[in-house]
């Protein structure tokens, strides 16, 4: 498999499976590596960096963490297949921009991507379907093992494991959930909602990580720091306010069916028909529609498709896998056309 | 049949079966007549109003001109039943809420309607579907010469037929086209071409008659008086003046096409849409999606259905159709939400 057959196949933690997957989407753990006697990748030179990289896939690929087809190295990769592994979420934007030696590797099912070079020398990442946070982290625990055997971290007693931002030194643990949160923006009750949780050290992103916004009612809640706590101590305090912000999402959406059942069902089946029947979608719109669609899929009020569907077209209409799937580049005005087509022929399966 | 029950089938007008019927809906002509020796109805004592009604009835019914369940005395009728009427352009919003003795016979098909003490003791109104002015005033002319075996209409020589208002004074005629324009509308040239049919004495209307609105794109173009001109020359004037309102607005969907066309679909696919699906729909966002969607069949650019069903939910989604549909009588919201129900219906015939 090449990276740009990717489009063809949702990840893993697309497939709306796991635990509370009519609000949680899918639960992501990231731990930051740095080998031991080298600066870190911002400071390291042209010459280290390339060596940096050469170990590290070598283990990768020796070990059989991803095959040699998808251990990516971005140095070579053309712009569109860099952007679609940002569309992805197998790489951060900056990793896709940055300059000199650098790659990731991507296993089976998309659970595991592991970026080399990018902030860190090493940052393994495992992505699930619904509320897996634990199975996240036991996975990506598991990859560290492996690369572990091989090498030496740079690690500090005191202070733990040691990375390029002082954030994640500690256990190097980053854990995130990935939540589709309408009723509670439709209500009102959000913000609320994100201050509670904020109050207990967690933050809240938008769809693609910091500074994007909450196009669609998809959110990022992910513990802010890593320094001082164990990563048993980290997943706990996500673990147990995750299931609480399920519940208001969930009693949101009892009580708009309740209150205005007519209105709510108006808002979710014009938001099916457009999906249905537009020729030209705006990513934003495709956003918001399938938001609304997938919340009345969740409440029982459409007929169709499968909530899958509907996350991987959250995937799929976006302006690099539009042009994947077109094999060229696409105009705004012929994405947006482009994209209609694409909603039209999975909305209307015959 | 019961006045009530023309909720269940159009009017002939409505078949979209005249020629032009892309842009003209329907034509209409009306003749404005007074007994002589009475004064005109405003000023008729209540016994006098009695006796001008029971005389013009007797000869309606008489000659079979309506048979006597579709002569509606208005004075007697409910206010559903009254706002029906309006609705399907059979009596005005004036005559169904004034008082005393007035009535309007029904012909079959809804071709012929006859006012009786609206304005002027006797209106005659012919409609038919597409252009066919010279047709409608044809039978109105027919009709006109029935009830005159029977009666002595007020005449003068030089003036012509005198009636309550002096722009009917004259051949008392007003002929009248309803015409759909959203190409001109859309491409900001209605107003221009609106000027021209001024310049020739002609009248712009809403859809419902002076001073209503044109929501939907919807005119009626009618002449301005009818004193010093004969019935051929009034009729000649309008029949003259409408092919070229009718090129001008092929030519503008012509253009549309040409220049935009994914525009153009994107948003008569989206009407489409919203009328297969949504669950409350005002009566105004109605008559924008049916205009889109008549546009587009017009245009070939959807696959269905007919004009005429179009044409027809145009009537049967007003409020007083939607009432008597469900046999009683429904709040605003309710309303909307009934419409919903109703067009979609329609649109979903499976």
Sequence with gaps: MKPIDLVKSPGEWLQAGGPDSGVVISSRARLARNLAYYPFAPRLS??????????????????????PEMYIELTDAGELERRLLVERHLISREHSDSDGRRGVAVGDGEVVSIMVNEEDHLRIQVMKSGMQLAKAWEIASGVDDVIEAHVEYAYDPDLGYLTACPTNVGTGLRVSVMVHLPALVLTGQVA????????????????????????????????????????????????????????????????????????LEDRIWRAYGMLKHARMVSSEETLTLLSAVRMGLQLGLLPGPKLEIINQLILTTQPAHLQALQGRELS????????????RSIMNPN
């Design 332 to 343: 705004v005005p012929e994405r947006d056309r482009i994209r209609g087509e694409h909603l």
């Design 192 to 263: 609320k909602v994100f201050q509670a949780v904020t109050r207990i050290n967690l933050a809240v992103r938008g769809l693609y990580g910091e500074g994007t916004d909450a196009t669609g009612h998809f959110y990022q809640i992910s513990n802010q720091s890593t320094l001082g706590k164990s990563e048993q101590q980290l997943i706990d305090t996500v673990e147990s306010a995750i299931p609480q912000v399920v519940r208001f999402e969930q009693a949101a959406r009892d009580s708009l069916v309740r209150k205005d059942r007519t209105r």
């Design 46 to 67: 042209m010459a280290e960096r390339a060596e940096v990289h050469r170990k590290l896939r070598d283990i990768i690929l020796s070990e059989g963490l991803a095959t």
